[in-house]
């Protein structure tokens, strides 16, 4: 008998043996080369710690708010697609395992269950992951339904006017399922001569010519719920999301799998959290696996990150309880690390506690 996994990590070739390739490759795939791919862990490997000793951490508390809720810790579940191809229960088994963690899940807008299914699986707080339509009316009926039925945020993604090449995808010829939330209203399983399906629909459907000066206001102007912008890199894009209005910024580059060669997400998210001064919180996305990495991002000024991946491998290795695992996992690594680092609360956390590439050694040294 295979020995239980003892970091998110094992659940990975977990997660490999159990799925069919298509769709173990549409998980860990990233953009062409990978090399973003790699680069959004590996970064994390070159932030050392710098821990403080004889501090009282008898008692850990990592209990935050986002946007004003309360959960457990500052680790919530990123949005990620399709769900039923890693477990028969798809985005309910997520949700549950979310609602035991005491954390927030966002609701993908590729998801396999409907916003209506996930919403009445169980009491929790949880927002909603949307794209742009080309036809607006569509995009519009599903932030209404979210609203309708108690998820308290949108969280809107901004970072894919057209598909990033995947390569596995398209030598596997990936096929997209009819997603549930569009039945009726757009067919989302498109035939394509030239590779992934999947691709294909994005194609087809999302709006390319999306700007700031429309897509905030009109977003706006349907649903009273606060406006979260996923997928921000540079300082530019933050300041300029803080003055539309955004609720909140999630520093991302789509789990490595649109532009290729953009910067690890940890490298770049102090550049954002100083441009958007405290105005809104900044979660951060990308690479996430060890506790070490959630201390890491907090400490250059991240309020709580997003975990996707692992995620999906948990539920692909077990369902619900593989999900709950994983959050487990990195919240006990991130308790620990908190501990021997001489944090007792999230506030303890500061910048002073990490040393990244581009530091200098104290001149006292």
């Known amino acids: 008998m295979a020995s239980e996994p003892v970091n998110v990590n094992a659940f990975q070739e977990l997660a490999r043996q159990v799925l069919p390739k298509m769709y173990y490759d549409f998980y860990t795939g990233g953009a062409e080369d990978q090399f973003t791919l790699k680069e959004n862990v590996e970064a994390f490997r070159r932030i050392t710690l710098r821990p403080r000793v ?16 309360k959960i457990s810790a500052p680790i919530m579940i990123a949005p990620t697609s399709m769900h039923q191809l890693a477990h028969p229960e798809g ?13 927030i899940m966002i609701l993908s807008y590729g998801s396999t269950c409907t916003v209506e299914e996930v919403a009445s699986s169980c009491n929790a707080v949880r927002f909603f992951q949307l794209y742009i339509y080309k036809r607006r009316d569509i995009s519009a009926q599903i932030v209404q339904r979210a609203e309708k039925n108690g998820y308290k945020a949108v969280v809107l993604t901004v970072d894919v006017p057209r598909p990033g090449k995947r390569e596995a995808d398209i030598k596997n010829k990936m096929v997209s399922p009819q997603l549930k939330n569009f039945e009726g209203l757009i067919s989302t399983a498109l035939d394509s001569d030239e590779g992934s399906s999947f691709e294909a629909f994005i194609r087809a459907s999302f709006d390319d010519s999306l700007c700031w000066e429309d897509v905030i206001g009109w977003l706006k102007s349907i649903t009273t719920l606060p406006i979260i912008i996923k997928g921000i890199l540079t300082h530019e894009d933050a300041r300029k999301a803080v003055e539309v209005g955004v609720a909140g910024i999630v520093v ?14 940890i490298s770049v998210l102090e550049e ?16 996430i696996r060890r506790g070490t990495d959630v201390f890491k991002a907090l400490a250059l000024g991240a309020q ?3 975990v996707g991946r692992p995620v999906i491998y948990g539920l692909a290795a077990n369902g619900e309880d593989g999900v709950r695992k994983v959050i487990k996992m990195l919240k006990d690594e991130f308790e620990l690390t908190m501990a021997l680092s001489g944090c007792p609360s999230l506030k303890d956390i500061t910048r002073s506690h990490v040393r990244t590439e581009s530091d200098r050694l104290p001149s006292m040294l």
């Not at 004889?54 to 946007?67: Q, Y």
């Not at 395992?97 to 954390?103: K, P």
């Not at 991302?252 to 997400?265: C, E, I, K, V």
Request: proline content about 3%; glycine content about 10%.
């Open 304 to 306: 709580a990150v997003l």
């Open 91 to 103: 985005e309910v088994a997520t949700a549950r395992a979310a609602a035991a963690s005491d954390t």
């Open 252 to 265: 991302s580059n789509h789990g490595a799998r649109q532009l290729d060669y953009t910067p690890a997400t």
């Open 54 to 69: 004889l501090v009282d951490v008898s008692r850990i508390d990592m209990s935050t708010t986002v946007l004003g809720y």
């Open 272 to 287: 954002v959290v100083y441009a958007v001064g405290g105005k809104v919180p900044v979660l951060f996305d990308g690479g």
